[in-house]
C-alpha cells in the first residue's frame, strides 16, 4: 500500500494508528524529502506525538525557515487532521512535477505535528464525538479535560477561557500545564 493517498483515502476519516501508519508509510517512501519522527512527546493517557518535517534540496541556506503546523487540537475538528494529511500529501506528491512546490521545500522546512491531542481525538471516534478537549483527569472534579487551545503559557487565563473544569474552555489548572 503506497502511502500516496488516492483521492479515495480522503473519503474518510481515519482513525490514530491509520494516520500514523500513513506518515510513516510516506516517509519511508520518500526518504529524501519525509523525515518522520514517531514521538515529540506522549499524551496523557500514553499515546505517541508523531511529526512529519518535510524539506526539499538545500539551497546552502543553514538557517532555513520552518513552515509549522499543528493539527487535530480540539479533538472533534476531525477536519484539521484531514486538512494537515491533504497539504502534506500534496506538497511530497507535487516536488518532482511542480515547480512551485519545489521552489517553496527547497528553501523552507514544513514541520507538521498531525495529532497534538491523540486522546481526544481517540475519545471521538470511540465515545463522544462532539468531545473538544484531552482527556485530563481534572482533581476535584467529575469533569474531564483540558482545551489545549487555551492552555498556552504565553497569555494564559486572560480571557476567552474558563476556570471551570466543566467548561469547554477549560485552560487547565496552570499555564502549560499538559503534557501535549
Not at 18 to 25: D, G, R
Not at 96 to 111: C, G, H, I, M, P
Amino acid at each position: 500500500n503506497s502511502a500516496k493517498a488516492s483521492a479515495e483515502w480522503f473519503d474518510e476519516y481515519h482513525t490514530y494508528e491509520e494516520i500514523v501508519t500513513w506518515y510513516t508509510q510516506l516517509a519511508a517512501e520518500n526518504p529524501s524529502l519525509v523525515r518522520f519522527v514517531s514521538s515529540i512527546g506522549q499524551s496523557g493517557e500514553g499515546r505517541f506525538q508523531p511529526a512529519v518535517h518535510i524539506a526539499g534540496e538545500s539551497t546552502g541556506n543553514s538557517s532555513r525557515h520552518r513552515i509549522y503546523f499543528q493539527c487535530q487540537i480540539h479533538a472533534r475538528e476531525w477536519i484539521s487532521g484531514a486538512t494537515c494529511m491533504y497539504v502534506v500529501n500534496h506538497l511530497v506528491t507535487s516536488y518532482a512535477t511542480d515547480s512551485r512546490v519545489k521552489a517553496l521545500l527547497d528553501s523552507v522546512e514544513f514541520v507538521v505535528v498531525p495529532l497534538v491531542n491523540p486522546d481526544g481525538y481517540h475519545y471521538t471516534m470511540n465515545g463522544d464525538r462532539l468531545w473538544r478537549k484531552n482527556r485530563r483527569i481534572n482533581t476535584g472534579s467529575n469533569c474531564r479535560g483540558v482545551d489545549q487551545n487555551r492552555n498556552y503559557d504565553s497569555h494564559w487565563n486572560e480571557g476567552g477561557s474558563s476556570s471551570n473544569p466543566c467548561s469547554e474552555t477549560y485552560h487547565g489548572p496552570g499555564p502549560a500545564s499538559e503534557p501535549e
